[in-house]
């Protein structure tokens, strides 16, 4: 009997390595093999340089997550406050019609005159304080009709215009630099049935 055990192999290394997956083994015997301080050593360095490691990347990932945070706040800061500039600019303008309607409340025959220069200086303010921000007049009178610039609302037959051109300008257009903000509304020339 005794033979017999000596003659059997030991299964039990290799049934755990059968159903373990590979380099369990050489894990399994370095376990049961002691370390050298030296190695102890190492892999306490290791261990350190691996959590120093990982506290790095989650404060790399913080700082990051308040970066976007702090990038979307000062996004809609931006868009919430975008005229602030172009709003201070106007400001005089408010304050010169302000006077001008008080003006008017004491204003007798004789300072008529005055007004109207008063509020035409206004005008003239507030118009080069919008082609500053970048307003362009579309200027249509006497022009070709041109569709992507022009809202046509009539025709009218006449020989004084040529024909296709815009007879008389009811509203101006207005672009802001190449974007068309509100097409000129216009009444269009059309040659006269007689004169064809």
């Known amino acids: 009997m005794k033979k017999i055990e000596e003659e059997a192999p030991d299964t039990t290394n290799s049934e755990a390595a059968a159903g373990a997956p590979p380099g369990t083994e050489a894990v399994a015997n370095t376990a049961t093999e002691t370390l050298s301080p030296q190695q102890i050593s190492d892999l306490e360095a290791r261990a350190a340089k691996a959590q120093e490691h990982w506290d790095r990347l989650l404060r790399t990932t913080a700082d990051f997550e308040n970066f976007k945070k702090r990038a979307v706040r000062e996004k809609q800061e931006a868009i919430r406050y975008a005229n602030e500039g172009l709003l201070e600019k106007f400001m005089p303008i408010l304050d010169a019609f302000e006077k001008a309607t008080q003006a008017t409340q004491s204003a007798g025959?004789?300072?008529?005159?005055?007004?109207?220069?008063?509020?035409?200086?206004?005008?003239?303010?507030?118009?080069?304080?919008?082609?500053?921000?970048?307003?362009?007049?579309?200027?249509?009178?006497?022009?070709?009709?041109?569709?992507?610039l022009h809202e046509a609302i009539s025709l009218q037959e006449t020989a004084a215009v040529a024909d296709g051109h815009v007879l008389q300008q009811l509203r101006k257009g207005y672009k802001l630099r190449e974007r068309l903000l509100r097409p000129a509304m216009v009444v269009v020339a059309k040659r006269p049935e007689g004169n064809a």
């Open 109 to 148: 025959p004789a300072d008529i005159k005055a007004l109207t220069e008063g509020v035409q200086l206004i005008h003239t303010q507030l118009k080069n304080t919008l082609m500053e921000a970048g307003l362009q007049e579309v200027d249509a009178t006497g022009q070709p009709f041109d569709p992507t």
